[in-house]
């Protein structure tokens, strides 16, 4: 299973920019970069801060995606 974010669709409807979250958030603007992109998957304490953030769940940020097997 992959996991799909939403950060990148929270961030622009709130009208933030990344370094603008990475400020927040404490984490490199890279950092929130490669999240929105799917390059990297926060860690749990990452993904709190970033619903904390954007006044979303967890659930709202980020879902699994089945992923489909070639047979």
Do not use: W
Request: net charge negative; glycine share 2%.
């Amino acid at each position: 299973m992959a996991v799909q974010n939403h950060l990148k669709e929270c961030r622009l409807a709130s009208g933030q920019t990344q370094n603008e979250v990475s400020e927040a958030v404490q984490v490199s603007i890279n950092t929130i970069s490669r999240y929105e992109l799917g390059e990297n998957c926060p860690s749990l304490e990452m993904a709190l801060r970033l619903a904390a953030y954007y006044q979303k769940t967890i659930e709202e940020l980020f879902e699994l995606e089945d992923v489909k097997q070639k047979e």
